[in-house]
């Protein structure tokens, strides 16, 4: 069972544009996402995250938004660099009952053409 | 670099055969995470330890063990090897469960092989 589901394994985006990463989660015990980047050969890092309290969170080129309704969340990265270009994962806790524990989903590979 | 040390990078060995990855956390870290990334699937949550204990336990096949040492390093024991375990390892460290945060430091993986 997918709790947390990224249903586009890929998008490919023009330098400058706006990239746009969604994701879907079925579990309503979550409480707290992230986002986190991959590079090849390299570990996941930490990118941003929301709180449930919130709907928006931004951090320079990078904005969550969350619609806890739909119990969906988007990254939004304005504007794209190819630098940007990575595998991004989507990630839910359930702070309240599991902790840090996170749930990822499958992720979007990311392509920002120069 | 997260702070978080995995060994070995990559790792090579037959069926049936027994195999130990070791994590070092971030240091201040106590919580210890295990996650399996297997080819083009999401990162599966495995096992988590905070303080030495057992906190949370994922989709871990019996065949694989985990611990954290009281100086808080953990190793994952995966044994009778099948040709599926062949994936990437991930490690994840955090200071606290509950922490306000929720992010996780992770280590750049061990890669298993399994001829």
């Known amino acids: 069972d997918q709790q947390v589901k990224q249903n586009s394994p890929s998008l490919s985006v023009q330098e400058g544009r706006i990239s746009i990463l969604n994701c879907d989660y079925t579990?309503?015990?979550?409480?707290?996402f992230l986002w986190y980047k991959k590079y090849p050969a390299e570990g996941p890092t930490f990118l941003i995250s929301?709180?449930?309290?919130?709907d928006k969170n931004e951090d320079g080129r990078f904005t969550v938004f969350l619609n806890k309704s739909a119990k969906h969340l988007s990254l939004h990265i304005v504007p794209s660099q190819p630098g940007d270009s990575a595998v991004y994962f989507c990630a839910a806790s359930a702070k309240k009952s599991s902790g840090d524990k996170l749930t990822f989903g499958t992720g979007t590979r990311l392509a920002v053409r120069p | 670099d997260s702070g978080v040390t995995q060994t070995p990078k990559h790792l090579i060995t037959a069926t049936g055969q027994r195999v130990t990855l070791r994590c070092s956390p971030r240091?201040?870290?106590?919580?210890v995470y295990w996650y399996q990334q297997s080819l083009d699937q999401g990162l599966q949550f495995l096992i988590q330890?905070?303080?030495?204990?057992?906190?949370a336990k994922g989709n871990i096949l019996e065949r694989f063990s985990a611990q954290q040492f009281p100086d808080l390093h953990s190793e994952l024991n995966l044994s009778s090897l099948e040709l599926g375990d062949s994936a990437l390892y991930f490690c994840?460290?955090?200071?606290?469960?509950?922490?306000?945060?929720?992010?996780?430091?992770f280590g750049e993986g061990s890669r298993l092989t399994v001829l």
């Open positions: 330890y905070y303080n030495g204990e057992e906190r």
């Open positions: 579990n309503s015990m979550f409480d707290y």
């Open positions: 929301i709180s449930s309290i919130k």
């Open positions: 994840a460290s955090s200071f606290s469960t509950g922490a306000l945060s929720g992010e996780l430091f």
């Open positions: 240091s201040g870290d106590l919580s």
